[in-house]
């Protein structure tokens, strides 16, 4: 069984920065994508960036120059970075990844951090 945890959300004004952690733990023998994505009240969880197992990172255009996506593989964590932070980034914050097994690939979840972020 896996499991991801995050922390670092919380709230904060605009302009400030927060940084985002999200540890893997249980039985992993590797990790391939690990994600960030963002859910508010009435609409669907979207992308924020995602981070290769080799570095390649990818972002949403809507946090493009002010978030950082980053992973610490022998630690089985993935980051993000957070500047210059706007009322409408204020979301829960989930964790993705991707574990290949011997039955395929499965993505787990982690449970959400709420960030809030006030003009």
């Known amino acids: 069984q896996v499991q991801l945890v995050e922390s670092g959300g919380g709230s904060v004004q605009a302009g400030g920065s927060l940084r985002l952690s999200c540890a893997a733990s249980?039985?992993?023998?590797?990790?391939?994508?690990m994600g960030w994505y963002r859910q508010t009240p009435g609409n669907q969880r979207e992308l924020v960036a995602t981070i290769t197992s080799g570095g390649t990172a990818q972002y949403a255009d809507a946090v493009k120059g002010r978030f950082t996506i980053s992973r610490d593989n022998a630690k089985n964590t993935v980051y993000l970075q957070m500047n210059s932070l706007k009322p409408e980034d204020t979301a829960v914050y989930y964790c993705?990844?991707?574990?290949?097994?011997?039955?395929?690939?499965?993505?787990?979840w982690g449970q959400g951090t709420q960030v809030t972020v006030s003009s």
């Open positions: 249980g039985s992993i023998r590797s990790i391939n994508a």
């Open positions: 993705e990844a991707d574990f290949p097994t011997t039955m395929g690939v499965y993505d787990y």
